[in-house]
């Protein structure tokens, strides 16, 4: 059985920063790219930023550019997501996600990932 557990968000106030892990366990990723999205209340699911098996070259989604930054570890089957420069807007559920295609690059649509985590909540206070 194939799972991604997040490590447990938080509340940080406007202009802090927080890190969020993600580790996978029940098969290797390190041919596939992985990616964080969040959902904020009464909005679609949005990509924050993805990175390949490689690990070269994330990207990331325009609102969160230069402030976040996502690393991953092969090894230990992980990824994170480093938060700095934190806004009330980015206030949301994360969530980190996997996908099985082992093509090259970064899907950014919720729908090319085949494995969730449960979501950890980030709240920013202004």
């Known amino acids: 059985q194939v799972t991604l557990v997040e490590s447990v968000g938080g509340l940080v106030q406007d202009g802090g920063s927080l890190r969020l892990s993600c580790a996978a366990s029940?098969?290797?990723?390190?041919?596939?790219?992985m990616s964080w999205f969040r959902q904020a209340p009464g909005k679609e699911r949005e990509f924050v930023g993805g990175v390949s098996w490689s690990g070269s070259s994330p990207y990331y989604g325009d609102s969160v550019k230069g402030r976040f930054t996502i690393s991953r570890d092969n090894a230990k089957n992980t990824i994170d997501l480093q938060m700095n420069r934190l806004k009330p807007d980015d206030t949301a559920v994360y969530y980190c996600a996997a996908s099985s295609n082992t093509k090259p690059g970064v899907r950014i649509g919720a729908e090319d990932y085949d494995y969730w985590g449960q979501g950890t909540q980030v709240t920013v206070s202004s």
């Open positions: 029940g098969r290797t990723f390190s041919r596939s790219a």
